[in-house]
T-cell receptor
Framework: GAVVSQHPSRVICKSGTSVKIECRSLDFQATTMFWYRQFPKQSLMLMATSNEGSKATYEQGVEKDKFLINHASLTLSTLTVTSAHPEDSSFYIC?????????????FGPGTRLTVT | GNSVTQMEGPVTLSEEAFLTINCTYTATGYPSLFWYVQYPGEGLQLLLKATKADDKGSNKGFEATYRKETTSFHLEKGSVQVSDSAVYFCALSDTGANSKLTFGKGITLSVRP
């Protein structure tokens, strides 16, 4: 089946620094990638949707200048948390979808645990 | 807006026990309904789906029936195994070109030998 990887799996950074999370589709071309955020005991919240080669579409309430998303190729999307603060600590999950597939046919990465100290 | 409500967890069962995980939803129109499973250290995987009322999704011994009258999509399995230990998410997707998934909070299932 389709595999999506994320790197790193865990990251600890200091307040005020930026951190980049990578999401890769390993064996298919991902025309659309999604970034989710999950708080403890909460559901996955969609942050943004990105299509290859175009700007990401952010959900209401998500700061686009703080969470920079780049989808420069059909196999790679990155999420950069800029000027991170402790409240940005969370579990970030990406998913990818191939061309023409339905919304639910998303393949999920294993997630990245971000801790901001 | 759309929302999905799952029963509170965690749930701990003995092997071969019967499993029910409740899920109800709120949505406009006619959403599609899903159960995703996340095994330790892995990404979410689609477990089963139902796209219209009275449809039954099934996979790996799990079943769920799309009940429009009660806006529910409860997950059941007659005899759980230790390997079923995972986090289970109920989700819905509206229709259309820009459809998105809305997830419930997820529930952790632990099955002991």
């Amino acid at each position: 089946g389709a595999v999506v990887s994320q790197h790193p799996s865990r990251v600890i950074c200091k307040s005020g620094t930026s951190v980049k999370i990578e999401c890769r589709s390993l064996d298919f071309q991902a025309t659309t990638m999604f970034w989710y955020r999950q708080f403890p005991k909460q559901s996955l919240m969609l942050m943004a949707t990105s299509n290859e080669g175009s700007k990401a579409t952010y959900e209401q309430g998500v700061e686009k200048d703080k969470f920079l998303i780049n989808h420069a190729s059909l196999t790679l999307s990155t999420l950069t948390v800029t000027s991170a603060h402790p409240e940005d600590s969370s579990f970030y999950i990406c998913s990818a979808r191939g061309h023409g597939e339905s919304s639910y046919e998303q393949y999920f990465g294993p997630g990245t645990r971000l801790t901001v100290t | 807006g759309n929302s999905v409500t799952q029963m509170e967890g965690p749930v701990t069962l003995s092997e071969e026990a019967f499993l029910t995980i409740n899920c109800t939803y709120t949505a406009t129109g006619y959403p599609s309904l899903f159960w995703y499973v996340q095994y330790p250290g892995e990404g979410l995987q689609l477990l089963l789906k139902a796209t219209k009322a009275d449809d039954k999704g099934s996979n790996k011994g799990f079943e769920a029936t799309y009940r429009k009258e009660t806006t529910s999509f409860h997950l059941e399995k007659g005899s759980v195994q230790v390997s079923d230990s995972a986090v289970y998410f109920c989700a819905l997707s509206d229709t259309g070109a820009n459809s998105k998934l809305t997830f419930g909070k997820g529930i952790t299932l632990s099955v002991r030998p």
